[in-house]
């Protein structure tokens, strides 16, 4: 093993934390979610690179769980939003900015034709629901099992805290089966609001799916034959995958649809945008929140997009989520671990064969985090635009050097 | 009357945003939601002044509804924000800015043992309605009447989109009516997880009303014998009118509180702020989003409450409000019309008597408007630490020309 990372300055923060914080940490940052052994606390964030609170420097594979798609700190995206400050952030209303984000997100999504704009992904999610059940005057909204669509009372991952009534609309299926959803649409009867469905499979902890896209169709004529909405969550997916939406590709398009994360490269945003048919819903709707105008995350965003749109970002990410991928498995398999590598390279889930209590990840995990890298044992990654060739295969030369560190602390293959 | 304003360029962008945003705009900021003639979009704001899209200045009287406390563009908060900036915002957690924050915020609200950070007011009000209920393991929570505590289904002013579950475990009650919320417990029975209140009574359009002391102070005893939680909604007051928190002068400590807006002096965040008996139940709920970590905002916080921990910036804030609440009253009066200017003189409302359909007061702050303040007809409004004796007596001097306007275009009072 090499040597235990210096981490004085995050045990200390830890230890005051937990004095003023509830365990010391809330929510999908608590290291406690992630893996054992990792820093709580970072100092500073830079292309691909992140720095813990005792300086310890990563190959980051997390991207700030989402926001970073073209780089930590890309000087275009940072300078379009301090010009924004410079001139006055929030005030009475928006500026100029949200008009030029609008335009060009209805330019640029295959399916949108107006905008809107919150702050928290969750935030979008809700205001999607929320817009189906005013245009439609219906209150079922059919969502897969086990996905993610926020941390609030109608979708959060736990139910403490959280009524009955919360999730009295709410109907499962099953994501990619047409005859789960069928079921879900018979039980909601003439009361189908909408068909809620994230880009892909990306639940935590398990291995993911790309969703069929004849299974997309079916969901897609399901909402055109009852005029329920169909509803796509590409928070998590979105501006990372394809820039005109994630189901671009399917040729699916969704009535609705939640972005969040990478839309403003680290700037806090999201957007709800929609089609004609549901403008009028859109319109009626109250939502709004304190920070929702504020014009540096609109600028941001506008120079995210544009970068995204005119440059070829994207495809070199998934080309560095595929050199990643090829890297890993053949160094696994070199020292005897079998991996599942699933979902978009550049979003990958690396999950161990035979490893349910995650034994095996988080010691690897831990084992390459000592050497230099960022990984998660359990959730998707994401790559971004600033991971170069040479960054990947450094990263793999520090997972070569972890496999063979839990291998000599005796962590063996199932 | 006084020329019409330049609004070209107001007038090109509302075309161009009703095209790619339903009606234009949404939310509070919608303009149509303020009073006919305002324009909606803006191109800078300093201090105490907004400029709007044309290049019309005015002397601010919303503070961007509540953010600006300090003066917009504050150069020693917005310093703090971009430092952290420049060195990276969102990462793979929180950096040292969010203990600093939390320590400063256990230290200064007078009931606050622990914090969580949000991004919006509503994520706060929402995290207190689901850390009361887990911790109690009950369901209702008592709202007064007509309170706004956010956009979202189990809260939003409108019904539109919102189901009957959303609401199936709130029972209403009168603000400083203790009759009123005595009745309210008996309907909770042995169901009551919490009572949430506003800092004081500021419904939209009608007068406001501070809290009586001895109905606080029965609403403490209530919780004390059920154990449900007393919640303080401090968003739009909170940083405002104390810094300890806007019930510290009644001697009543909530158990969880929430605050926004003014938290950061514009940079968007939330927080909730909870009492020792509230810690596990915190502990123990999930809720998170992708920006909540993020340090920026953070940073700008500690700047901000350092400030008014030790500066008169809110004591100069409200006698700033008593100087516009003086001067306007005898003004109004002389003129011929009566005002109605109730709540905290740094958060006026001023309504006039016997308008009930807005007319003199849209007649009004519209002609201020074209004089160069920028008021609002029926929300409350807010003064900031910017606003000067100058600045207060400049926007008198236009308020006494617009009443003079109005009466020439034949406004009389009622």
């Not at 210096?6 to 005051?16: A, F, I």
């Not at 905008?115 to 979008?124: C, E, M, P, S, V």
């Not at 549901?278 to 939502?287: M, Y």
């Amino acid at each position: 093993m090499t040597a235990k990372l210096l981490n004085s300055r995050d045990t200390e923060l830890v230890e005051r934390a937990r004095r003023v914080v509830p365990n010391g940490m809330w929510g999908h940052m608590a290291t406690r979610a992630i893996a054992p052994g990792y820093p709580q606390f970072f100092s500073r964030s830079d292309g691909c690179r992140v720095w813990d609170a005792d300086g310890n420097e990563y190959i980051d594979f997390m991207c700030a769980w989402g926001p970073n798609v073209l780089g930590y700190r890309h000087p275009e995206v940072d300078a379009a939003a301090l010009a924004r400050i410079d001139a006055g952030d929030v005030g009475n209303g928006p500026t100029e900015s949200m008009v030029e984000l609008a335009e060009l997100l209805v330019d640029t999504l295959d399916h949108a034709d107006w905008t809107l704009f919150q702050k928290n992904g969750t935030d979008a999610t809700t205001a999607c629901v929320t817009i189906a059940r005013a245009a439609t005057e219906r209150r079922k909204i059919l969502v897969a099992r086990g996905a993610y669509h926020g941390a609030v009372p109608w979708c959060s991952p736990s139910l403490l805290g959280v009524t009955a009534e919360d999730r009295a609309h709410i109907i499962v299926f099953d994501y990619n089966d047409a005859a789960s959803l069928d079921a879900a649409v018979d039980a909601a009867g003439d009361d189908l609001a909408g068909v809620l469905l994230t880009a892909f499979q990306h639940d935590v902890g398990k291995d993911q799916h790309l969703p069929q896209a004849a299974f997309l169709a079916h969901a897609r004529k399901i909402c055109d034959r009852t005029g329920a909405a169909l509803i796509l969550d590409d928070v998590r997916a979105g501006f990372r995958l394809d820039v005109r939406g994630s189901w671009a590709r399917y040729g699916v398009k969704p009535d609705l649809a939640a972005y969040s994360k990478a839309i403003a490269n680290g700037w806090p945003l999201a957007a709800v945008a929609g089609s004609e048919r549901f403008r009028e819903g859109a319109g009626k709707v109250f939502v709004t929140g304190s920070f929702w105008y504020g014009s540096a995350a609109m600028a941001a965003a506008v120079k995210t997009v544009r970068i995204l749109r005119d440059s070829d970002a994207l495809a070199h990410t998934e080309t560095m989520g595929e050199r990643f991928r090829d890297g890993l498995s053949a160094i696994s398999a070199r020292h005897g671990f079998k991996l599942r590598q699933t979902g978009p390279a550049q979003m990958p889930m690396v999950l161990f064969d035979g490893d349910e209590e995650l034994k095996i990840a988080n010691a690897f995990c831990l084992a390459a985090l000592r050497r230099g890298i960022y990984l998660h044992p359990k959730h998707n990654m994401f790559l971004c635009a600033a991971h170069t060739p040479e960054d990947i295969d450094r990263a793999l030369e520090a997972a070569d050097g972890a496999f063979g560190d839990i291998v000599s602390a005796g962590i063996l293959a199932a």
